[in-house]
């Protein structure tokens, strides 16, 4: 199956919490179309509270099967990026929203699909392009059934002797 690698750099923002019972959560914010010459969890900025955050590379890994997938997030209002993060580190990043949305329903993860660049969204095109194979709907149609032709299978039924409570017993 042909697939492609990109490798993208993803950050993240951290706000300070809303009421003072609050804490503050790292939450994704953007990716890079190409891996920065940046140590991961480097704190790039800090102002009025609000940090941004140098998670670290991922791979984003593109498959011929998935196309489909792609070719949905690529026509939707905004592309998107779907980053997940498990205990503030970078866990996995996709294109497919599909499989964006099934790591949703992880309570352990923090997920969030961010606007995808220009050039990952270039690349992407040309990987759907190249791999896509346009499956038609094909709907199964039923077959009649007459149901005077069917024979219905019965149960089983036992003779009285072939029954366990009458096994062996003497009356």
């Known amino acids: 199956m042909p697939r492609t690698h990109l490798r993208i750099g993803v950050l993240a923002t951290r706000r300070p919490p809303v009421t003072r019972w609050g ?9 890079l179309p190409a891996e920065p ?31 489909a997938h792609h070719l949905d997030n690529l026509n939707a209002a905004t592309p998107s990026v779907w980053v997940v993060m498990r205990e503030d580190k970078l866990a996995c990043v996709t294109v497919d929203p599909y499989e964006g949305e099934g790591y949703a ?50 149960p089983r039924i036992l003779a009285q002797r072939e029954k366990w409570h009458d096994r062996g017993s003497k009356r």
């Open 105 to 154: 329903s992880d309570l352990e993860a923090v997920v969030e699909a961010v606007p995808m660049p220009a050039l990952i969204r270039d690349a992407l095109a040309a990987f759907v392009a190249e791999h896509h194979v346009e499956i038609p709907f094909k709907k199964r149609k039923r077959q009649p059934v007459d149901p005077n032709a069917m024979q219905a299978h019965a």
């Open 23 to 31: 804490q503050a959560q790292l939450r994704p914010s953007a990716v």
């Open 37 to 67: 010459d940046l140590a991961p969890d480097t704190l790039i900025s800090s102002e009025n509270g609000v940090e941004s955050w140098y998670l670290g590379a991922g791979d984003l890994v593109l498959y011929s099967g998935d196309t």
